[in-house]
């Protein structure tokens, strides 16, 4: 067997991930329908003004705003309605002086009327229109171009396109929109005795776990998860393995990066890439390992479920939202008593799940090979490494996941 | 032209909505790889345990603790290595008295060890093994079942699936897993002014931006948005798209919700169904109108886009995902000082669109049918109906998108 040589803190192994990715540049075509929580690829420039027309912002009259100054609900001034517009449809008469248009919101301004009355300031009778109040000249109008004018740059690129970014794509006519592609992150789960749910167990033999928890992470986190088979723990079938999952992007491993005489994969990778290091001073998920491999960034995470989800919310979903583009993740915390005493002698920075139970935060950690370490947990408090003990009682700060 | 006859508060349009829908029923079998984000339809209960087997939770030796009570790194205890188990391996040999088994981590335990002494304390000549450490009975053993016991209930209905729980329903060995069906969500945008993007428009004509936003707030919401096809302004092609859409959960339309003389969908939903309200006080998003037809709730939602995200945001997400059995929408705030004097005259409680700018909120508002009063935002503040004014550098509370 071989001892971990030595274990590196927790900010030297992010800063050697941060300093061996970098964004993705591949970029595609997607449907506007399919662009929500992407990233803009181009500039998006407006071809057109938007509103393509100037337009009614209210139901109400179209008129000429000179016409009613004098008017209010004691004195009224009488129009002569001339025409009637709906949305889509194209007024096709002028309005004079002492003349006035029916007019729908989001229909056409008819030529010649400069402000729009609303219905509640008018009363009809047949085509006389008393109009109860004066208008200011553009009153209740939607210029053309007020909302975006052509030429304009109406996004830049790098932006996440939320709901109303798809919207204003959608204002421009867009129907398909270029932005960076996901990437795509091999998941290999590594162990003889891993076996996929649904199949029976032998003796000795475990369900896949890891696979399952990356795939969602990864998925949440701006990443395609693209799951291999599992491989067995031998030299040439870990091989072929990495090897398959070099049209990805990003690769990440689990298992067989500890320290047991059948731990093969580092000596692939250390073969085919460079391994940058092997063992932080975490808890959970002090065997962790990360390296390149044909240009790749790989994570080697520890078998354990607990250690290796807990290292893929702390490792890996940093870099991958960085490749990916997407801001830093905002987490959430609430601060709260610590429900029971947590002792930590562990020598490593310690991330403790914890569950919250009637505003207390309630030890949820049970082993790092316990995945309901995790599945019982809100979030976790971080123990830094030379605290030996949290009180009961103490205020802690709570990361949920 | 119809005018409102009256609006109602914001609150009462909530608790009017919220009397009218009721968490989805329906359930649906989806594979483990597709569970992240659903919500649990049949509690998860263990038919057997986790770890299948007590496992070593180390790299190093199982022993019988007894043997080695008086080891230390001074004065070690030679035992006799009668094996070898890796992972997925079973022990062929039982540990007898002065014996020990190399095991590596998660590798079932050998008969007669009650404990495991990690790689670290031993050092090893052949078969002959130092022992620098005593060893307590259970030590660095996952015991069968610690982690999960057959019978145990690991996880409730109604819990959302998050990827430690899709990884507690993996170590359970389930492939698939019931869970709630996703609400589908009908959208249909009405008017005949409304072109697809990507389609040229003729004279009077606008693109279709309420099927993109909503669609996206819908999916990112626990819903399934089901597009369908834009709806012509006449009793006859909106009475037909009504019925088109009776096949989903819920109904969101946009547009012809004022109170032109051609809006005539509320007519039809009269018909059909019950209107349960029709004009809010809220600004924006004023005209829109909410009612139940076919046993499924609607929405008749304003045609302006930034009208329509904005009560998308404010009215269908919480009903949305209290239909599909999702907690409320942790919204993130951020309390900032107002860059600039903000009127606001309407007498309506006013969602008001800001971005954040060098720690300052400054309005981003424009108007109702605006898209980029949402797309250049970054959340908004909430002026109530009886605030006229906030006064730049005021502490606001920006509500982030």
Same mark, same amino acid.
């Given at each position: 067997?071989?001892?971990?040589?030595?274990?590196?803190?927790?900010?030297?192994?992010?800063?050697?991930?941060?300093?061996?990715?970098?964004?993705?540049?591949?970029?595609?075509?997607?449907? +506007?329908? &399919?662009?929500?929580?992407?990233? %803009? =690829?181009?500039?998006?420039? *407006?071809?057109?003004? $938007?509103?393509?027309?100037? #337009?009614?912002?209210?139901?109400?009259?179209?008129?000429?705003?000179?016409?009613?100054?004098?008017?209010?609900?004691?004195?009224?001034?009488?129009?002569?309605?001339?025409?009637?517009?709906?949305?889509?449809?194209?007024?096709?008469?002028?309005?004079?002086?002492?003349?006035?248009?029916?007019?729908?919101?989001?229909?056409?301004?008819?030529?010649?009327?400069?402000?729009?009355?609303?219905?509640?300031?008018?009363?009809?009778?047949?085509?006389?229109?008393?109009?109860?109040?004066?208008?200011?000249?553009?009153?209740?109008?939607?210029?053309?171009?007020?909302?975006?004018?052509?030429?304009?740059?109406?996004?830049?690129?790098?932006?996440? +396109?939320? &709901?109303?970014?798809?919207?204003? %794509? =959608?204002?421009?006519?867009? *129907?398909?929109?270029? $932005?960076?592609?996901?990437? #795509?992150?091999?998941?290999?789960?590594?162990?003889?005795?891993?076996?996929?749910?649904?199949?029976?167990?032998?003796?000795?033999?475990?369900?896949?776990?890891?696979?399952?928890?990356?795939?969602?992470?990864?998925?949440?986190?701006?990443?395609?998860?693209?799951?291999?088979?599992?491989?067995?723990?031998?030299?040439?079938?870990?091989?072929?393995?990495?090897?398959?999952?070099?049209?990805?992007?990003?690769?990440?491993?689990?298992?067989?990066?500890?320290?047991?005489?059948?731990?093969?994969?580092?000596?692939?990778?250390?073969?085919?890439?460079?391994?940058?290091?092997?063992?932080?001073?975490?808890?959970?998920?002090?065997?962790?390992?990360?390296?390149?491999?044909?240009?790749?960034?790989?994570?080697?995470?520890?078998?354990?479920?607990?250690?290796?989800?807990?290292?893929?919310?702390?490792?890996?979903?940093?870099?991958?939202?960085?490749?990916?583009?997407?801001?830093?993740?905002?987490?959430?915390?609430?601060?709260?008593?610590?429900?029971?005493?947590?002792?930590?002698?562990?020598?490593?920075?310690?991330?403790?799940?914890?569950?919250?139970?009637?505003?207390?935060?309630?030890?949820?950690?049970?082993?790092?090979?316990?995945?309901?370490?995790?599945?019982?947990?809100?979030?976790?408090?971080?123990?830094?490494?030379?605290?030996?003990?949290?009180?009961?009682?103490?205020?802690?700060?709570?990361?949920?996941?």
């Amino acid at each position: 067997m071989r001892p971990f040589k030595e274990t590196i803190p927790l900010d030297q192994a992010r800063a050697l991930i941060d300093g061996a990715i970098r964004p993705i540049d591949r970029t595609e075509r997607v449907a +506007l329908d &399919a662009a929500h929580g992407r990233v %803009l =690829a181009r500039d998006a420039v *407006a071809t057109a003004d $938007v509103p393509p027309f100037s #337009r009614a912002a209210m139901d109400g009259y179209a008129v000429r705003a000179s016409d009613t100054s004098s008017a209010s609900r004691a004195l009224p001034t009488t129009l002569t309605c001339i025409e009637k517009v709906f949305t889509g449809q194209l007024p096709a008469r002028t309005v004079g002086p002492g003349q006035c248009t029916e007019i729908a919101t989001g229909a056409p301004m008819p030529p010649g009327a400069d402000a729009v009355i609303m219905v509640e300031q008018t009363d009809a009778d047949s085509s006389q229109v008393l109009i109860f109040a004066a208008a200011e000249p553009g009153q209740n109008i939607g210029r053309q171009g007020a909302d975006i004018k052509t030429g304009q740059t109406v996004m830049r690129v790098g932006e996440v +396109l939320n &709901a109303s970014r798809v919207g204003a %794509l =959608a204002a421009l006519g867009l *129907a398909h929109v270029e $932005v960076y592609a996901r990437p #795509r992150v091999a998941i290999l789960s590594t162990g003889n005795e891993i076996v996929d749910p649904g199949q029976p167990l032998a003796p000795g033999q475990i369900y896949d776990i890891n696979r399952f928890t990356l795939a969602a992470v990864i998925a949440g986190h701006g990443g395609v998860p693209v799951p291999h088979r599992t491989a067995a723990d031998t030299i040439a079938d870990l091989s072929r393995a990495v090897d398959e999952c070099l049209g990805d992007d990003v690769l990440v491993f689990s298992g067989g990066s500890s320290v047991g005489e059948r731990d093969l994969i580092l000596d692939v990778l250390s073969d085919k890439g460079q391994v940058l290091f092997h063992g932080i001073s975490v808890k959970p998920g002090k065997p962790t390992a990360f390296g390149v491999v044909g240009g790749r960034p790989f994570f080697g995470m520890p078998g354990y479920p607990s250690s290796c989800l807990s290292n893929a919310h702390i490792l890996l979903v940093p870099a991958l939202r960085r490749i990916a583009r997407l801001a830093p993740h905002a987490v959430k915390t609430v601060t709260v008593p610590l429900a029971q005493r947590v002792v930590s002698t562990t020598g490593r920075h310690q991330f403790y799940t914890v569950r919250i139970v009637d505003g207390l935060a309630m030890p949820a950690f049970k082993a790092s090979g316990d995945i309901t370490s995790m599945s019982q947990a809100d979030g976790y408090i971080e123990i830094p490494a030379q605290t030996d003990v949290v009180e009961k009682g103490e205020l802690v700060e709570v990361t949920l996941f």
